[in-house]
């Protein structure tokens, strides 16, 4: 019997919809997979993003996280090459992960057929400090392939001396974003809603003028405490937080679901642009040539490039059910029909390995 090919996957693994997702799909199409979480070493300092009170511990812990140094990298670092040598895989693949030593990569290439490296941040933005992805370009010498979340990064890295690389989209998980067929009212029907983080874009602003016309919105997601309108948006919905388990459900109860494009990765898309049309629910996203390649404004997605225009489509579509179910449809049968889910990812990384 042939061998099963062997891959570690290293990754925060604190979502499941990240490292795991790759991780899980990878399995299915028969691979043996090894888990490499980094969460497990930083423990509760992974889970501190947010501004509360915490002991000493915890406070070692997170600035060894943030800075990027310190005995607890050493240790998973060490923990790493270890785990390589035992196994021998014939993939390591570093998901977004800038704990990881450039000289842990070199070693690892000694019982590693191949390395792959990915990332979903755009490590050449200048809004991250500069020690935030030193690890990371300390590592590109020593990787057979680094996979793209943005066309933008192909270029960053040719230009750095990286022509090594390919685009690896973002997905949808199949048992995570779906359509429900029966639906009935909760506690997050809503005619419109935006689940993501919060930026210093406008995007706040653009918010706040769809409450002011007086439209059935919600807002969830992280970071929101950071916005200057968060006490304006607390006392219309409360405390806002992430979904997390409600989230599909969430998309599902929602006449217009929002995407918004991050500025800070220069992201010209999203996982909303996927996770948004596996549940069949009509995308009214952030205008960008990418998104509009895939999906077809005005046929399988709609799109707004200003405030005026977002106003103007919320108010269109929420009068024509008929036309925004139609092109909700549309798109789902587009995302199906081309294949956007973690399992083809995985195959692409798979296939990239092959063609090594």
Not at 248 to 258: V, Y
Not at 260 to 283: G, Y
Request: hydrophobic share 35%; proline share 3%.
């Amino acid at each position: 019997m042939k061998n099963k090919l062997k891959v570690i996957v290293v990754g925060d693994y604190i979502t499941d919809i990240y490292e795991l997702a790759i991780y899980n799909s990878l399995i299915s199409l028969g691979v043996e997979g090894f888990r490499f979480a980094i969460s497990e070493y930083f423990d509760e300092a992974i889970k501190l993003d947010r501004k509360i009170s915490f002991g000493p511990r915890e406070l070692w812990l997170r600035c060894q996280k943030r800075y990027r140094m310190g005995p607890v990298l050493n240790r998973l670092n060490k923990d790493l090459v270890s785990l390589a040598r035992s196994i021998r895989p014939d993939v390591i693949f570093v998901y977004r992960s800038p704990y990881v030593f450039g000289s842990t990569l070199s070693k690892v290439r000694k019982w590693a057929k191949a390395v792959f490296v990915y990332n979903n941040d755009d490590p050449f933005s200048p809004s991250y400090p500069s020690y935030f992805w030193r690890h990371h370009f300390d590592g590109l010498p020593y990787c057979d392939h680094i996979f793209c979340f943005r066309t933008k990064n192909l270029s960053d890295y040719s230009s750095i001396g990286f022509k090594n690389t390919s685009l690896f989209l973002p997905y949808y998980v199949k048992g995570k974003h779906f359509f429900i067929r029966s639906k009935v009212k909760n506690s997050f029907t809503s005619d419109v809603m935006f689940a993501g983080h919060f930026e210093p874009d406008g995007r706040d602003e653009l918010l706040k003028r769809i409450v002011e016309k007086g439209i059935d919105f919600r807002l969830y997601g992280t970071e929101w405490s950071d916005s200057c309108l968060y006490d304006y948006f607390a006392t219309k919905f409360g405390e806002i937080v992430p979904l997390r388990n409600d989230y599909n459900l969430a998309l599902n109860s929602t006449q217009i679901a929002l995407a918004f494009l991050s500025k800070k990765n220069f992201d010209s898309l999203t996982t909303r642009t996927f996770e948004i049309p596996a549940t069949r629910t009509f995308m009214l996203g952030e205008f960008s040539e990418e998104c509009n390649e895939i999906f077809k404004e005005g046929v399988e997605a709609e799109y707004f490039r200003d405030g005026n225009e977002l106003i103007d489509k919320i108010s269109f579509y929420l009068r024509k059910d008929r036309v925004r179910d139609r092109i909700a449809v549309a798109g789902n049968r587009k995302l199906h029909r081309v294949g956007h889910e973690a399992t083809d990812r995985a195959r692409q990384l798979l296939d990239t390995y092959s063609r090594l």
